[in-house]
């Protein structure tokens, strides 16, 4: 549980680095950027991959896939922090896990029983009233999107990194290095392309803060797969417990420390949400 438990709080920590942010002035393309270089030395520190693997020239097309999109669904997480808040937004982080669900109904033909059904329902509820807002036309457009890109961007994101782990040509610690190796390349080509046509200035805080997220973003993944590892008879929960985690010290972090306001029917959008992250678990240990 202790691994478990500082992968929760790693990953509360880069949405509260993702909120100050703003309140800091720094940019975030640039911060991302760096973000990965940390976390490329971090992965070649603690899983010493072999220049072999990393150099294949059958990588499959999946690996540039995803090396794309992490920093674009990490840019679009900074921007719904920014224009909606933490808390919602990691609700919509983390509600994400029903589109691999839907997608092992729909794709893998995977069996569901009346648990699961009622953990999705109640997911796609909560989400909802998670988001719901009164305001005018435009804000509320934006209310909508930058989550809901967050939302599809993690939960395609998860649904890739599935079929990576399926893969046998490469290790998989081997494949989150070449990951993170082509999401800073394409970061990178950002800033530099920012920097020439738009004159951008590299700046060192930028740097800081990007190795300094860039830490906390390894921690969550390192202590997240060392938690599987020690509790590998019980996956289910390992995942119930991080979502949960991650909602309920993400949403006090965001409501005390940040003032993040919340009405009525945000509250209960919370609250189906921890619901729906239940029933899914249950859902694992029931036939029907």
Same mark, same amino acid.
């Given at each position: ?19 100050? $942010? ?11 950027? !760096? %973000? &990965? ?6 992965? @070649? ?29 990490? !840019?679009?997480?900074? $921007?719904?922090?920014? %224009? ?7 609700? $919509? ?21 009346? @648990? ?27 209310? !909508? ?26 290790? &998989? ?32 805080? %930028? ?9 906390? %973003? ?71």
């Amino acid at each position: 549980m202790l691994f478990l438990f500082i992968s929760i709080c790693c990953s509360v920590t880069v949405a509260v680095l993702l909120k100050l $942010a703003r309140r800091y002035k720094m940019n975030v393309i640039q911060a991302v950027t !760096w %973000n &990965y270089l940390f976390a490329i030395g971090l992965s @070649w520190f603690f899983f010493r991959p072999s220049l072999t693997e990393l150099t294949r020239s059958d990588t499959p097309p999946l690996y540039l896939f995803l090396g794309i999109l992490l920093p674009v669904v990490f !840019w679009l997480l900074a $921007a719904s922090v920014r %224009n909606i808040g933490m808390v919602k937004t990691d609700i $919509a982080q983390r509600l994400s896990l029903f589109i691999p669900i839907l997608a092992a109904y729909f794709i893998f033909k995977e069996h569901f029983n009346v @648990w699961k059904v009622a953990g999705v329902a109640t997911g796609f509820v909560a989400i909802f009233f998670t988001l719901y807002k009164k305001s005018n036309q435009q804000d509320s457009s934006k209310n !909508w999107l930058y989550p809901l890109l967050v939302f599809i961007g993690f939960g395609t994101i998860d649904i890739l990194f599935k079929q990576v782990a399926q893969l046998r040509q490469i290790p &998989y610690t081997s494949s989150l290095v070449l990951i993170f190796i082509i999401s800073f390349v394409i970061s990178l080509i950002c800033v530099l392309y920012m920097a020439v046509v738009k004159k951008q200035k590299l700046e060192l805080i %930028n740097f800081i803060c990007g190795c300094i997220l860039g830490f906390f %973003n390894f921690g969550n993944i390192l202590f997240y797969m060392k938690a599987h590892r020690a509790m590998s008879e019980s996956p289910t929960v390992v995942f119930a417990a991080m979502n949960m985690g991650v909602i309920i010290f993400g949403s006090l972090v965001g409501i005390v420390i940040f003032r993040e306001k919340f009405n009525k029917l945000n509250y209960i959008g919370l609250s189906l949400a921890l619901a729906a992250i239940i029933l899914i678990t249950i859902s694992f240990y029931h036939a029907f």
